[in-house]
């Protein structure tokens, strides 16, 4: 059974930077996208990016761009999102997702990972 | 940027009872570009329906997806208790992928 599982909760501080991460198992790693989504309190799913871990070909949303760093280590079956200076308003819950072969809709969900920034 | 708009907002039926949510495009999207996700309360969502309304795995047949253009439906032909959730729609004919805002299906 494919199982994506991502660290656990962060409570940061704003300025601070972080890393969580998504490791994936039960299928082949490098040949399915793993993509982001982010959900804010009370709302909807936001794709922010997607990274193929055979190759490291990575797309950001023009949302995001900029404001995150998409990555995988495809030695250790884990992806990774990352940012250099959180603000308030990244307070999520973090999803990654992989893609189904061939089309982009998210067939397996990682169980989330809660961020929250406050002073 | 594809826009999806979902209505209603709320959907309040009773167990037994035909649900149907909707999804609206900004402009146009092959059926087969058009997914169906349900997120149950504190939980991950989870893939329900993909391409030309095909089930994903383990989805029971009492869900459904049809449409074509600029509108989509979902449909739970007979609702019961454990499909209380949120379900969001989702495109992606184009980049950048876009979720509709959701309808949160509740039990009278």
């Known amino acids: 059974e494919v199982q994506l599982v991502q660290s656990g909760a962060e409570v940061k501080k704003p300025g601070e930077s972080l890393r969580i991460s998504c490791k994936g198992s039960e299928y082949s790693f490098t040949n399915y996208w793993i993509g982001w989504v982010r959900q804010m309190p009370g709302k909807g799913l936001e794709w922010m990016g997607i990274?193929?871990?055979?190759?490291?070909?990575?797309r950001y949303s023009p949302s995001f761009q900029g404001q995150v760093t998409i990555s995988a280590d495809k030695s250790i079956n884990t992806a990774y999102l990352q940012w250099s200076s959180l603000r308030a308003s990244d307070t999520a819950i973090y999803y990654c997702?992989?893609?189904?072969?061939?089309?982009?809709?998210?067939?397996?969900w990682g169980q989330g990972t809660l961020v929250s920034v406050s002073s | 940027e594809i826009v999806l708009t979902q209505s209603p907002g709320t959907l309040s039926l009773s167990p037994g009872e035909r649900a149907t949510l909707s999804c609206r495009a900004s402009?146009?999207?092959?059926?087969?570009?058009l997914a169906w996700y349900q997120q149950k309360p504190g939980q991950a969502p989870r893939l329900l329906i993909y391409?030309?309304?095909n089930r994903a795995t383990g989805i029971p047949d009492r869900f459904s997806g049809s449409g074509s253009g600029t509108d989509f439906t979902l449909t739970i032909s007979r609702l019961e208790p454990e499909d209380v959730a949120v379900y969001y729609c989702q495109q992606y004919v184009s980049s950048p992928l876009t979720f509709g805002g959701g309808t949160k299906v509740e039990i009278k």
């Open positions: 391409g030309d309304s």
């Open positions: 997702a992989r893609r189904a072969e061939g089309a982009e809709f998210f067939q397996h």
């Open positions: 402009r146009g999207v092959s059926s087969s570009y």
């Open positions: 990274i193929y871990p055979g190759d490291s070909d990575t």
